[in-house]
Each structure stands twice: as C-alpha cells, then as structure tokens.
Antibody
Framework: QVQLQESGPGLVKPSETLSLTCTVSGASISGYYWSWIRQPPGKGLEWIAS???????KYNPSLKSRVTISVDTSKNHLSLKLSSVTAADTAVYYCAREGLYDDYSWFDPWGQGTLVIVSS | DIQMTQSPSSLSASVGDRLTITCRAS??????LNWYQQKPGKAPKLLIYGASTLHYRVPSRFSGSGSGTDFTLTISSLQPEDFATYYCQQSHSTPWTFGQGTKVEIK
C-alpha cells in the first residue's frame, strides 16, 4: 500500500523560502508523476507542480517563477521549494501521486498534508 | 487555464436522499474529469476518474457522468459517511484545476 508523508517547517517568515519533503513508502518513486497541491484554510485546492523521476516537470504558471520541485530516487522522496512567500501562501500542502491509465490521470493517493503558516 | 465551476456550493440533505452535484468546464475537456471527496482535516480521496469510472473500493452508490463541458456526480442514497466536501478536477490540460467544492451537510 502506497503511503505519502509530508514534512517540513510549520512556520515560515515572509519573503523566505518554504521547503517541504514528501517521503514515499510502499512503492518506488520511479515510473510515476508526483505532485504538490495546496489548500488555503477554508478554501479550495490548487495544483502547484508535478515531477517525473526522469526530471520531467510540469508547473502551474501562476507559481512557476517561485517553485522548484525535485525528486531523490535514492531516498524515495520528492521536495518542494517555494520562494518569496507571503501570507497568501499559508495553506495545507499535500503531495500526491498522479495515476495514469490511457490518457487519463488523477491524484491518488495523497499524503495527510502539512500546514504551513507564513507569518513573522 | 480551464475554469471549473461546481454547483451548488453547498447543500443540505438527509440520509437516504439522492444527490446530484454539477461541474462545468470553461471549455471542452472530453471525459478528463475526476471527482474527490474530502472530510474535515483529511486529504481528498479519489472517487471517480475519466468522468465515470469508479475508483476501486468506492461504493457503487457513487456514479459520475458527462462529457465535454458538463458533468455530474450522483450519490444514489446518501449515507452518514458521505457528508463531506466534493471537488471536481480536470485532467485535460495543465495547469490541472479544481472546482471550488460542494459541501454536503446534514439536514
């Protein structure tokens, strides 16, 4: 059974860089796209970026200039860095696997999520 | 970006009710439409992909239909564990986008 676990600081100061890690267990990180998705408190879901183990990446244009996504196959984890954060980046951050069949894709499973608050 | 609009934003219903939630895309997305269920404090869970294919272990009271721009999620007989927020998501083209959510509350 594939499980994902996000980790990282719960509090980040404005203008600094948010850094999160997602550890994957129960499956190899190779051979799939892995994604970061966020959800501001009380609001909806926003896809941030996805990465394949080969390094192929997809970004949400609204965040692309501030986002770095990477994968470490030796540690079976993926990482997210979001620079120049503001209060608007306060959210629960989820990692998820992109399932694929034919041309259809979806997010499953998801990690439990980690709340990151941007505040001085 | 493809905009996804759900209706209603919230609704109240009773156990046993038949429920329909609508999702509309700002342009045609064929059948590249997924549905998720999210309970408070939990991550979303995939219910349906490809507009109508039930994810494994999802009860058969859930069903999805539609193609092009208009889609529906139907719960044939609402159960207590179904009170949650439901999101649609398009997988036609990046950036992947979600609807704003439909909160299903107990009447």
């Amino acid at each position: 059974q594939v499980q994902l676990q996000e980790s990282g600081p719960g509090l980040v100061k404005p203008s600094e860089t948010l850094s999160l890690t997602c550890t994957v267990s129960g499956a190899s990180i190779s051979g799939y796209y892995w994604s970061w998705i966020r959800q501001p408190p009380g609001k909806g879901l926003e896809w941030i970026a996805s990465i394949y183990n080969s390094g192929s990446t997809k970004y949400n244009p609204s965040l692309k200039s501030r986002v770095t996504i990477s994968v470490d196959t030796s540690k079976n984890h993926l990482s997210l860095k979001l620079s120049s954060v503001t209060a608007a980046d306060t959210a629960v951050y989820y990692c998820a696997r992109e399932g694929l069949y034919d041309d259809y894709s979806w997010f499953d499973p998801w990690g439990q999520g980690t709340l990151v608050i941007v505040s001085s | 970006d493809i905009q996804m609009t759900q209706s209603p934003s919230s609704l109240s219903a009773s156990v046993g009710d038949r429920l329909t939630i609508t999702c509309r895309a700002s342009q045609s997305i064929s059948s590249f439409l997924n549905w998720y269920q999210q309970k408070p404090g939990k991550a979303p869970k995939l219910l349906i992909y490809g507009a109508s294919t039930l994810h494994y272990r999802v009860p058969s009271r859930f069903s999805g239909s539609g193609s092009g721009t208009d889609f529906t999620l139907t719960i044939s007989s609402l159960q207590p564990e179904d009170f949650a927020t439901y999101y649609c998501q398009q997988s036609h083209s990046t950036p992947w986008t979600f609807g704003q959510g439909t909160k299903v509350e107990i009447k």
